[in-house]
């Protein structure tokens, strides 16, 4: 087809582009004297009937997507003429090569180069979301380098415009899916997080050289997307919390175009974004075995308050070479949870659920120079031989020792007024702990201490926040502490790990770790409960233990307060 000429216009020169999909040639516009690119959709020339209409539905939308968006990291649309019973796009032509290109053949991308280059994927993704447009297939594929230094972003084949109807069949899923958001496999309307999230495996596979959730098939692969995190972003640098933020599989928990666009703008320059840290990570570390070279920070998913141990979920921050860090479970606060607590003072321990009666302390093994904390012995105890606790209470005030600052929160319920400011709820309030931490929590949440753990609870300790405080760390790192706090709690009713994986929260090594428990009749509530708990070191070498816990069916409401904790925690 070298040669023919399109709508008496545009003659074909050379392919300079192919897919499943449709093939790219270089024209010459012979009306303008200039160059353009000229894609053909070539799919369309051997399906059913049917499926033609639906590909060239799709070029259609494509082009209309495409040329709504005005703006120079999008490649502009031309014109869209009809040969062959198909239709053809005219393009802008770019000369240069893909970030896939470019990724196979260096091995990857130095993080501040990759960070310039989705800052401006995301500005075009931004005047895309604003033209009511979204991508949908966002990948190194489809992000073009120029030889001139310009990034720009293309191939809008399976966009989505406000108020068209879909022209997606029921059960088909469409786009690559090495990089398709958890929301999109898991069926559910997507939106700009979706394009976000994209975004964020893509940049990861620039500075790794390998696609994040990329399986030996597409179902492995898909089901990594949902329920699996990815490994550590070892090479990515400053640019490993934004990859995390991007990551993360609650799309209301993403960072918004505009704070994730500041992020990017300040690893270009080589600086760790601050603002990253307020997001829980998405790239856990799975496996009580490995160490990431550079972990990036990662959540899980918390359990339920009050019983049994657990440990608080962590968020994505600069990661220290050859650290990983354990998650350690604790349980309810003295007299109301299953498990024991962390401690206040300067050992802590990791609560296990802790049951009526008389706590017991004791001493635990040594690993080398590491002992059993005397509070982690005493939770372990706790939870797994049965003890309680007596707690002081102490109701949140306004000056004093434990002060709340306006913010915004939930009632003693938990229930929210909807109104959400960088991922805290507006009615929260600040409390300024006499530890010396401070954290948002809803109005009404009672501090209870006893003397080994500091506990924030709305109903006598059913749903409730666990702070520990160890100012002389006795591991190396929070996932080692974290997987020998394990071993005391195997033994709760149906104990089962959720995940324990290494992160980096704060720019500190960290350990997240969840995990599911059934309580029993002398707990405060009694069946299936889970906890979370997010560990890490601060730059001060103090160990914080920031743990959440909750019956299971009242998971998804607390998981979500453990992510706005987290984000308002300042040690």
């Not at 796009?89 to 993080?111: F, K, Y």
């Not at 490993?240 to 990017?264: C, F, N, T, W, Y």
């Not at 990431?292 to 141990?309: M, N, V, Y």
């Not at 306004?398 to 709340?404: I, L, N």
Request: charge should be neutral; include cysteine.
């Amino acid at each position: 087809m070298q040669g023919l000429l399109l709508a008496g216009r545009y003659r074909l020169g050379e392919t300079i582009g192919s897919g499943g999909m449709g093939r790219v040639w270089r024209a010459r516009d012979e009306v303008l004297h200039r160059a353009v690119a000229v894609k053909e959709l070539t799919a369309a020339q051997w399906v059913q009937q049917a499926d033609r209409e639906v590909l060239l539905t799709r070029t259609q939308t494509e082009a209309r997507a495409q040329a709504q968006i005005n703006h120079s990291a999008v490649v502009t649309v031309h014109d869209v003429v009809e040969y062959d019973d198909r239709p053809w796009i005219v393009m802008e032509l770019v000369e240069g090569h893909s970030l896939a290109d470019a990724v196979r053949d260096q091995g990857r991308i130095e993080p501040r180069e990759a960070a310039r280059i989705g800052l401006w994927v995301l500005r075009a993704l931004s005047a895309a979301h604003g033209a009511g447009v979204l991508h949908r297939d966002i990948k190194p594929g489809n992000v073009l380098l120029s030889e001139d230094g310009r990034v720009l972003l293309t191939d809008f084949g399976i966009a989505s415009i406000e108020g068209d109807s879909t022209i997606t069949r029921t059960g088909e899923v469409v786009g690559s899916v090495d990089y398709l958001a958890p929301e999109r496999v898991s069926g559910a309307n997507p939106g700009p997080a979706a394009d976000l999230w994209a975004l964020g495996a893509t940049l990861y596979t620039a500075v790794e050289g390998t696609s994040p959730f990329r399986r030996t098939s597409p179902l492995g692969t898909m089901q990594a997307v949902v329920t699996e995190e990815p490994a550590p972003a070892a090479y990515a640098g400053a640019l490993g919390p934004v990859i995390s933020a991007l990551l993360h599989k609650d799309p209301q928990a993403r960072p918004e175009a505009a704070e994730a666009e500041q992020m990017l703008a300040e690893a270009a320059e080589g600086r760790r974004p601050g603002a990253a840290q307020a997001y829980v990570p998405t790239t856990l570390h799975e496996g009580p075995t490995r160490t990431a070279p550079t972990p990036l920070s990662g959540h899980g998913e918390g359990g339920t308050p009050g019983q049994a141990p657990g440990p608080a979920s962590g968020r994505p921050g600069s990661g220290r070479p050859g650290h990983a860090t354990p998650a350690t479970p604790y349980g309810t606060s003295p007299s109301y949870g299953t498990s024991p607590s962390y401690g206040a003072s300067a050992s802590y321990a990791t609560p296990a659920p802790h049951h009526a009666g008389a706590t017991a302390t004791q001493t635990g093994p040594h690993t080398g120079r590491r002992r059993w904390p005397r509070v982690v012995a005493l939770c372990a105890a706790a939870a797994l031989l049965g003890g309680g606790a007596v707690f002081g209470y102490l109701q949140l005030r306004d000056d004093g020792g434990t002060r709340a600052e306006s913010g915004s929160g939930q009632d003693k319920d938990g229930k929210g007024t909807g109104n959400v400011v960088g991922g805290i709820p507006k009615d929260w309030v600040r409390v300024h702990d006499v530890e010396g931490f401070s954290l948002m929590l809803p109005k009404g949440w009672e501090r209870r201490v006893d003397g080994s753990q500091i506990d924030y609870t709305p109903d006598g300790g059913r749903h409730f926040v666990r702070i520990g405080v160890d100012r002389s760390p006795d591991y190396d790192n929070p996932y080692l502490h974290q997987l020998a706090l394990e071993k005391k709690v195997t033994r709760l009713p149906q104990y089962r790990r959720l995940h324990l994986n290494s992160n980096t929260f704060r720019d500190g090594p960290g350990s997240l770790w969840e995990f599911s428990w059934k309580a029993g009749a002398n707990d405060t509530t009694k069946g299936p409960r889970r906890a979370i708990s997010q560990t890490y070191i601060s730059g001060a070498n103090v160990e914080y233990a920031i743990y959440m816990s909750a019956p299971e069916g009242d998971w998804t409401k607390t998981r979500k307060q453990f992510d706005a904790v987290l984000r308002g925690w300042r040690d």
